[in-house]
């Protein structure tokens, strides 16, 4: 089964920083895009960051940028999405994503999706 699995999430207070980790499950990243999506309850799906398959392009919601770094690493076949400086309003369950298309914030252009990671962030 092609599927992703993220880890690192918990809980943190606010100004706080965590990192996320996603890796392919029975595959390999190979030349997929993938990015970064969470939710909070009662909110839609929103995009956080995405990044081209060698690395070197990213692409950020204007909400996160200059705190969050999106990297991956196709050796280790990992993606990793460092948060810093982490407000209560971003608790929600972060989901890893991968897609074929170009890089970007469309989730419906995302075919493969990991069971998601819960962040709290609260004093």
């Known amino acids: 089964q092609v599927r992703l699995v993220e880890s690192g999430g918990g809980w943190v207070q606010p100004g706080g920083s965590l990192r996320l980790s996603c890796a392919p499950s029975?595959?390999?990243?190979?030349?997929?895009?993938t990015g970064w999506f969470r939710q909070s309850p009662r909110k839609e799906l929103e995009f956080v960051g995405a990044i081209s398959w060698g690395g070197g392009h990213t692409y950020y919601a204007d909400s996160v940028k200059s705190r969050f770094t999106n990297t991956r690493d196709n050796a280790e076949n990992i993606q990793h999405l460092q948060m810093n400086s982490l407000k209560p309003e971003e608790t929600a369950v972060y989901y890893c994503a991968a897609t074929t298309s170009a890089l970007t914030s469309d989730a419906a252009r995302y075919a493969i999706w990991g069971p998601g990671t819960q962040v709290t962030v609260s004093s």
């Open positions: 029975g595959w390999t990243f190979g030349r997929h895009n």
